[in-house]
């Protein structure tokens, strides 16, 4: 029995999706325990998960509600359920636990989903949960306790026979003691927060030098993140993979791993591309990883979906024990993709108190499949977060993959909140079929607005070194060690900076009022001045002059160069359509986009998206308080300023940090531009800034 998902993808399904609240599955219920069917789920959550839970549980006949604050009311998610419920104005109501929980019982819930992120692994709200009568979609409040705090976590797993990498886990957190613990260990080293994850509070510490910035770093951090900076200290492991081990367990003590999945493709220890199953690892260990995860959870008496992280040694092909985390993870498609199983209609069903569908041997994997985290950031730029209005997006069909997106044209992309918008997970029927189509999706996904990853990620599918079936070099360093060639600005092609001409000469045209030249008379004339966005600073401006002949003939010359003759094929302004034929030798059919608030025109070609900048006005920049000049540094969008290390008068090197900056849950560290003199620092410590504003100055 096949379904189809929101994206038309056939998925295998067994029968009992229909009738999942009148069966046992088959495992044995051997206690009283009598399973209840759920009848009316709440959501604790917002973005994409929304919409992935709620499609599984309607497609079971079990009621949905959303929760919403202020600044969500229009978010897409927040109106995709029959009922959408607020939690107030303030943000901080998706981690208000008495406000969900009461919200969710007043308004006739008796079950919640708490997602992924904010309560999702908050032992304190799976307790208020029950307490108030309600299921808890998810383990109980002892199993989170215990995977929580790393370093109990790691006691817990050493007693179970689960390998732990050799480190400090105790609760001395004096600066001095875990320096010398440190270097007992062995450099490198790696600082991690006791709690929370998203490699929030971790750093890697490469000598004694640096440890003591490294430590208040990811101190700070993590107290930001999670209000504790307790941390541990680990053997840092040099050439890593992140594998983990997708497992389910219910309240008859069974447990099941469904298969593998290799994260180790991370920037800033957070995961941007996952498959599944990992490559190049024999069959003796993939079946010993799913044994020890299993061990994991019977060791905290676990329930429902969790997912067990190890470290994989590629010197020693050995594996470790990293975390537990107790929740469904957000790169939970893959596995289904490969497993042909729903895993939210298994968590409803564990969690209404039905035994586990499927034993060990009965579990299946075909194929393979990859998932794409598609991130508001700019990979060019040290992944800054970038947040504002999408104008655009298209999403890709070739291949049928699956889109699991919240965001949509149109949508505000919110400087408070995660910056990833959406995901692509594809299927094929091994590795490079699965690659071959993840290639082709990214390239015909097309977003205008928020600077995004998406070429970023197409460069690492397309790369020789991630693109064999056993890819050399696959460990999470993967991107520092490409970095070279997976960041290496390319020159726009002559082409591109045409077809933005012409679109901005017929954009204008067609703004203009009605005692304007009309476009078919000819004779319009323009000169446009472009810089890609990624190009260095220093760098002068691309000069392109335009001129209409006629209805669909154009002369342009690039920088003062000779004029060439280009035809207009197609124009469609709803659409975003542009079709032109070059004189002799090409003709394009391409997207462009321009995108009058950021003052740029986007045009896709060739599965790349080129984003030219136009200079703003200068009544503009003064109305915003913008310095765009090499005198100055300024934000790259909305931020509270979390440190400043300069002053008015230092010398400064080029590439030397000047601020941190917090955003969208990250620290970014903003570097100097080039070698100066700090004039003024126009900012402190918890100031809240608008994008564009000055930050830093320096002397001419």
């Known amino acids: 029995m096949n379904r189809l998902t929101s994206n038309g993808v056939k998925v295998a399904v067994s029968r009992r999706s229909a009738r999942l609240f009148s069966t046992s599955g088959s495992q044995k219920n051997t206690t009283n325990i009598i399973p209840k069917p759920l009848k009316s789920l709440c959501v604790a959550n917002r973005g994409e998960i929304v919409h992935r839970v709620h499609r599984t549980a309607s497609r079971l006949g079990i009621k949905t509600s959303s929760v919403y604050t202020g600044p969500d009311r229009d978010l897409p998610s927040s ?63 002892g199993a989170i306790e215990a995977m929580g705090a790393k370093d109990k976590s790691k006691e817990i797993m050493e007693a179970a026979g689960v390998p732990c990498v050799p480190g400090y886990h105790g609760s001395n957190q004096d600066p001095q003691f875990l320096k010398e613990k440190a270097g007992e260990i062995g450099y490198p080293v790696l600082i991690k927060a006791v709690l929370g994850g998203g490699g929030k509070g971790m750093r890697i510490v490469q000598s004694a030098e640096e440890f003591d910035q490294q430590l ?72 010993s990883l799913w044994e020890k995860a299993r061990l994991a959870a019977k060791a905290v008496a676990y329930e429902g979906a969790g997912t067990v992280e190890f470290i994989f040694d590629n010197d020693t092909n050995k594996f470790y024990f990293m975390e537990m985390n107790t929740r469904l993870q957000v790169e939970h498609p893959v596995t289904e993709m490969v497993c042909g199983e729903d895993l939210v209609e298994w968590q409803l069903l564990i969690a209404a108190g039905f035994p586990l569908p499927k034993k060990q041997e009965e579990v299946q994997l075909s194929g393979h499949s990859f998932e794409a985290r598609i991130y508001c950031e700019d990979p060019f730029k040290e992944f800054l977060p970038s947040s504002g209005k999408i104008v655009h997006m298209s999403l890709p069909s070739t291949g049928s993959p699956r889109i699991d997106f919240t965001f949509k044209e149109g949508s505000d992309i919110s400087a408070l909140y ?139 010359s690039q920088d003062g160069g ?45 599965g790349t998206q080129y984003t030219l900048q136009q200079p703003k006005p200068e009544w503009l920049a003064k109305a915003l308080g913008i310095k765009e000049d090499k005198h100055s540094v300024i934000a790259p969008m909305p931020c509270a300023i979390a440190k400043v290390h300069v002053a008015p008068g230092d010398s400064v090197q080029k590439d030397q940090e000047l601020v941190v900056i917090l955003s969208m849950k990250m620290e970014t560290t903003i570097r100097s531009p080039r070698d100066g003199v700090i004039k003024s620092v126009t900012h402190g410590v918890g100031d809240i800034v608008k994008q564009g504003v000055a930050l830093i100055e320096f002397e001419d």
């Open 418 to 556: 995660d910056p990833m918008i959406g995901k692509l997970i594809v299927h094929g029927k091994d590795r490079e079929e699965a690659l071959a189509k993840m290639y082709m999706a990214l390239g015909e996904l097309e977003v205008v607005g928020p600077t995004t990853n998406i070429e970023f990620l197409r460069r690492i599918v397309g790369s020789t070194q991630f693109g064999s079936n056993n890819p050399d070099g696959l460990e999470t360093g993967f991107i520092p060690k490409n970095r070279d060639h997976l960041l290496q600005i390319k020159e726009t092609p002559s082409a591109v900076y045409a077809q933005a001409a012409v679109a901005t000469l017929l954009s204008e045209t067609s703004a203009q009022g009605p005692f304007s030249m009309s476009p078919s008379r000819g004779g319009l004339s323009r000169a446009i001045e472009f810089r890609d966005h990624r190009a260095d600073p220093e760098s002068p401006n691309v000069r392109i002059d335009i001129q209409q002949i006629d209805d669909t003939q154009f002369l342009y």
């Open 562 to 606: 000779p004029q060439t003759k280009v035809s207009l094929a197609r124009y469609d302004p709803e659409s975003k359509a542009l079709r032109i034929e070059f004189e002799d030798y090409a003709q394009f059919n391409n997207t462009v986009v321009i995108d009058p608030e950021t003052h740029t025109v986007n045009v896709f070609q060739d």
């Open 79 to 141: 109106i995709s359920t029959p009922i959408n419920l607020s939690l107030g104005s303030e943000t901080s109501g998706y981690i208000d636990i008495e406000r969900v929980v009461q919200t969710a019982k007043k308004n006739g819930c008796d079950s919640i989903h708490p997602g992924y992120g904010f309560l999702s692994e908050n032992a304190q709200f799976a307790k208020r949960v029950r307490e108030e009568g309600l299921v808890f979609v998810g383990p109980p409040q």
């Open 216 to 287: 208040n770093s990811a101190k700070s951090e993590a107290k930001s993140s999670f209000g504790d900076d307790n941390v541990l200290i680990e053997k840092y492991i040099t050439t890593p993979r992140h594998i983990e081990v997708q497992v389910f367990a219910d309240k008859y003590g069974n447990t099941v791993a469904l298969g593998e999945r290799d994260c180790s493709v991370q920037r800033r220890h957070q995961k941007v591309l996952e498959e599944s199953p990992a490559p190049g690892i024999s069959e003796e260990i993939r079946q």
